[in-house]
């Protein structure tokens, strides 16, 4: 018969190493593994899991579900995660012990103990020279409980995949994220909350030209024009002969003789000499010029209020993977720093799982900031196995790419 929730398997050996397992709902499908101190701890493990230590003196090493077989690390090594998903013993022996269901792979520890069973491990070498692919979780949700008629806010873990350098062709941006797109496999479900909305902006800027920089800007183009063709001399040439055009129209002009005077004296001792004498300014042609695209921000305010301990656990979890997701990523050589993951975001309609219909479509996001307020009702408290009576998640996200005119005509719905 499976554990019912809160209970705790005896201890057994996996490689060499002392475990309990702890029912996590009522079915005992879902569960948490425990390493005890039977076998000594090593300096590694209590290193790496010295957030999860529990009042026995063991450490919570990761929630497993026994049908799905979706783990989630807390505090155990990378490698255990690895064996966990890859070795059959290890899940085998992890399902025995809970009684999900039974065969000869379960030793009780006192037994394994006697008969020295796996007495060396490498789980206490020291951490392993190749890198170990972490277990994810692909599914999460909240309430745990999840209406599948309901809308719901669906967030699916993309690796970053940098844009490179544009081609040479020109035609196409380096922003463009299409085919460079790859899903880790998680994805996190929650409901839809109030304040839903989206801003397009597009940045433009007032600027002006008088008629000096003007016919100084023509000049330069014709000379540009002209050493693009080879024509040095041309260029030159060119030069002096626009620059003496200009003057020549400027002298010609009845009634700008004072204000060409006051303008060139003005530049010479950085003042204001044209308005100080003739009262006027140079009409510098103001208006509004394109200067580009801007990005937008989706801001998200969740209160979680785990009801069961499973649903606290997968509180947990949403939160735990949205930080991991979301942070720096180490290089191997310890000189650079790794971009983290990005996120897809998608308002989901209801059973059809498909886009909402009335509802903004969203590019490929990075997740800016990610704020947990452990207190939101303003006290300190928590239930008996130590989970916050409630948290508060505030998520920031930015898109990594501007909505284009192509975006709105090609997307459906209510566009970007």
Not at 277 to 291: D, S
Not at 311 to 327: C, D, F, G, P, Q
Request: proline content about 5%; charged content about 20%.
């Amino acid at each position: 018969m499976a554990l019912s929730q809160g209970s705790v398997s005896p201890t057994t050996l996996i490689d060499g190493l002392s475990f309990n397992v702890e029912a996590k709902n009522d079915t005992g499908s879902q569960v948490q593994i425990n390493r005890t101190p039977e076998i000594p701890l090593s300096n590694n493990e209590v290193s790496t899991g010295a957030n999860y230590f529990n009042a026995d003196g063991s450490i919570s090493w990761a929630d497993y579900n026994l049908n799905t077989g979706d783990s989630f690390q807390l505090g155990a090594p990378d490698f255990f995660m690895e064996e966990l998903v890859n070795n059959p013993t290890y899940s085998n022996t992890i399902k025995n012990a809970s009684d999900y269901w039974s065969d000869s792979s379960f030793i009780p520890f006192e037994d394994a103990a006697a008969l020295n069973v796996g007495a060396t491990s490498v789980l206490n070498d020291a951490t392993p020279t190749v890198k170990r692919r972490i277990a994810p979780i692909t599914s999460l949700s909240y309430p745990l409980k999840r209406d599948a008629e309901l809308d719901y806010l669906k967030i699916t873990v993309i690796e970053y995949i940098p844009p490179g350098l544009p081609r040479d062709d020109f035609n196409t941006a380096s922003t463009e994220s299409a085919g460079r797109k790859k899903s880790l496999g998680t994805t996190i479900f929650l409901p839809m909350q109030p304040g839903i909305r989206d801003s397009n902006a597009v940045s433009w800027n007032q600027d002006g030209m008088n008629v000096f920089q003007a016919r100084a800007a023509g000049a330069a183009a014709n000379a540009i024009n002209s050493l693009g063709d080879g024509k040095f001399v041309d260029a030159f040439k060119g030069l002096i002969t626009d620059s003496k055009a200009f003057a020549d129209d400027l002298l010609a002009t009845e009634g700008l003789g004072a204000y060409i005077t006051a303008y060139f004296a003005g530049q010479a001792v950085g003042a204001n000499v044209v308005t100080r004498q003739t009262g006027a300014v140079l009409n510098n042609n103001l208006e509004m010029l394109f200067q580009g695209p801007s990005l937008r921000t989706f801001s998200y305010n969740y209160k979680f209020t785990p009801r069961e301990q499973s649903e606290a656990n997968n509180i947990r979890n949403i939160i735990r993977v949205l930080k991991k997701e979301s942070a720096v990523q180490k290089a191997n050589t310890g000189l650079f720093l790794k971009s983290p993951n990005v996120f897809d975001l998608q308002y989901i309609f209801g059973e059809t799982g498909a886009p909402h219909p009335f509802l903004n479509n969203i590019k490929t996001c990075a997740l800016t900031n990610i704020t947990t307020d452990y207190t939101p009702d303003g006290s300190y408290m928590t239930y008996a196995d130590g989970s916050m009576t409630s948290y508060n998640l505030s998520l920031t996200f930015s898109e990594l790419e501007p909505i284009y005119r192509d975006d709105q005509e090609n997307s459906s719905g209510m566009g970007y």
